[in-house]
C-alpha cells in the first residue's frame, strides 16, 4: 500500500472531463511538489505535470494540475481515446527520504 | 533533457547478484534514477544519485536499502544499479530516468530492462 493514494480506476467518453485524485499527507504532498506521469502498457512513463501545475513543452493543455493541501489532481478535458492509460503521481516524502508513487489510475474512454 | 538506455536484465537465482546498466547522454548535471514495475503492478521508486555538483549521494527506497547500490562514472556517463541479495520480489521492468529538476522530476526514461529473480 503506497503513503499516497489514487483510486485504481476512472473512466469517461470522448469529450468529457475526467478528474484523478491524489491523497497524501502533511510529510509528501503537504510539503513537496507533486508529479503526474501517464504510461502506456509497452512504452515508457512520460512526465505529464511537473510542480504541481506545469505542463512540460509538448503536453496539451488539455492535461492540469492542482493541489490543495495533501491532495493533487490530474484534469483531463476533451477526453480522447489516446489518452487511454495509467496515471500516476509521484511527489518527495520527508519522513521516508524518497520518493512515493500513487498506486496508479487505470483510465479507460469508454 | 537527458537521454538514457538501461541495459543488464536477465534471469537470476535468488540471493545472486546483478548489475544494470544505464547510459546518459545530454548532462552530467542530471540526477540519475531507478523505477521498477513489478508485474501486475504500478511503478515504484528504486534508488536515485545525485549529481556531483549536488553532492554525489544516493537515496534508497526502504524495500531496496542495504541490498541495492546506485552508483555513476560520469566521465564515462553510465549510471549503474548493482543488485545483491535478490529476492523474488525484485522481478520487475527497471527503468533508467534522468532527472533535471527535484525529485521526482522524471523527464527522461529509458525503455527498460526486465530482471527476472527464479530458481
Known amino acids: 500500500q503506497s503513503v499516497v493514494t489514487q483510486p485504481p480506476s476512472a473512466s469517461g467518453t470522448p469529450g468529457q472531463r475526467v478528474t484523478i485524485s491524489c491523497s497524501g499527507s502533511?510529510?509528501?504532498?503537504?510539503?513537496?511538489?507533486v508529479y503526474w506521469y501517464e504510461h502506456l502498457p509497452g512504452t515508457a512513463p512520460k512526465l505529464l505535470i511537473y510542480r504541481n501545475n506545469q505542463r512540460p513543452a509538448g503536453v496539451p493543455d488539455r492535461f492540469s494540475g492542482s493541489k490543495s493541501g495533501t491532495a493533487a489532481s490530474l484534469a483531463i478535458s476533451g477526453l480522447r481515446s489516446e489518452d487511454e492509460a495509467d496515471y500516476y503521481c509521484a511527489v518527495w516524502d520527508d519522513g521516508l527520504s524518497g520518493v512515493v508513487f500513487g498506486g496508479g489510475t487505470k483510465l479507460t474512454v469508454l | 533533457e537527458a537521454q538514457v538506455v538501461e541495459s543488464g536484465g536477465g534471469l537470476v537465482q535468488p540471493g545472486r547478484s546483478l548489475t544494470l546498466s544505464c547510459i546518459f547522454s545530454g548532462s552530467s548535471h542530471y540526477s540519475i534514477n531507478w523505477v521498477r514495475q513489478a508485474p501486475g503492478k504500478g511503478l515504484e521508486w528504486v534508488g536515485s544519485i545525485r549529481s556531483k555538483g549536488f553532492g554525489g549521494t544516493a537515496d534508497y527506497a526502504a524495500s531496496v536499502k542495504g541490498r541495492f547500490t546506485v552508483s555513476r562514472d560520469d566521465s564515462k556517463s553510465i549510471a549503474y544499479l548493482q543488485m545483491d541479495s535478490l529476492k523474488i520480489e525484485d522481478t520487475a521492468l527497471y527503468y533508467c530516468?534522468?532527472?533535471?529538476?527535484?525529485?521526482?522530476?522524471?523527464?527522461?526514461w529509458g525503455q527498460g530492462t526486465l530482471v527476472t529473480v527464479s530458481s
Open positions: 502533511t510529510s509528501n504532498i503537504g510539503s513537496n511538489y
Open positions: 530516468t534522468g532527472c533535471s529538476g527535484i525529485y521526482p522530476h522524471f523527464d527522461s
